[in-house]
Antibody, heavy 128, light 112 residues
Framework: EVQLVESGGGLVQPGGSLRLSCAASGFKFDDYGIHWVRQAPGKGLEWVSGITWNSRSGAYADSVKGRFTVSRDNAKRSLFLQMNSLRTEDTALYYC?????????????????????WGQGTMVLVSS | DIVMTQSPLSLPVTPGEPASISCRSSQSLLHSNAYNYLNWYLQKPGQSPQLLIYLGIIRASGAPDRFSGSGSGTEFTLKISRVEAEDVGVYYCMQALQTPYTFGQGTRLEIK
């Protein structure tokens, strides 16, 4: 089955750390960029971070830059999000999401960061 | 950062009737490859988001053909030709031209 499964969420105190994981199955993991998107309780969607298929490029939302680090292990078909210096405003359901394949024009690849496969999410609660 | 603004924020619709959601970006989303980097998602109650439209106009695999996307530059529209009960949920536009990627506030579609 083609799916993404997140894990690693939980309750953590402000200033603490957590490491989220996203396990992929049913597709060729190293062909795709993967991203993290979060949703605070009762709120909208917020893009958090993303990484290219080869880990050459990672990007972050301003709200997490310098605190969160995205990485992947293609051999283990897994994506990770190391979250440090957690704040109460980081409380959210964290989704991992796969991008659609790139566009190819005249032998040039253009990333298309549209997310066509999402996990069910893992909840992170930052509270004292 | 690019700011995404959706309207309306709430959309009551009678089944079988058409519906339309607008999304405006604070900067043009037109890429040099001539595509607009604008995506539409639907989050049904209690579910993860699902991709409906990407690059402004391309229907995602599995998205019903009653959904269509249009627009260019900074003005975009998602149209549903005939709303069905299963279309209930929150619709989001998202720009993917430049990081940080940003979503609109969401439009909640409900059935009258």
């Amino acid at each position: 089955e083609v799916q993404l499964v997140e894990s690693g969420g939980g309750l953590v105190q402000p200033g603490g750390s957590l490491r989220l994981s996203c396990a992929a199955s049913g597709f060729k993991f190293d062909d795709y960029g993967i991203h993290w998107v979060r949703q605070a309780p009762g709120k909208g969607l917020e893009w958090v971070s993303g990484i290219t298929w080869n880990s050459r490029s990672g990007a972050y939302a301003d709200s997490v830059k310098g605190r969160f680090t995205v990485s992947r292990d293609n051999a283990k078909r897994s994506l990770f999000l190391q979250m440090n210096s957690l704040r109460t405003e980081d409380t959210a359901l964290y989704y991992c999401a796969r991008t659609v394949p790139p566009l190819i024009f005249s032998a040039t690849y253009y990333a298309v960061d549209a997310f066509d496969l999402w996990g069910q999410g893992t909840m992170v609660l930052v509270s004292s | 950062d690019i700011v995404m603004t959706q309207s309306p924020l709430s959309l009551p619709v009678t089944p079988g009737e058409p519906a339309s959601i607008s999304c405006r970006s604070s900067q043009s989303l037109l890429h040099s490859n001539a595509y607009n980097y604008l995506n539409w998602y639907l989050q049904k109650p209690g579910q993860s988001p699902q991709l409906l439209i990407y690059l402004g106009i391309i229907r995602a695999s599995g998205a019903p053909d009653r959904f269509s996307g249009s627009g260019s530059g900074t003005e975009f529209t998602l149209k549903i030709s005939r709303v069905e009960a299963e279309d209930v949920g929150v619709y989001y536009c998202m720009q993917a031209l430049q990081t940080p990627y940003t979503f609109g506030q969401g439009t909640r579609l409900e059935i009258k």
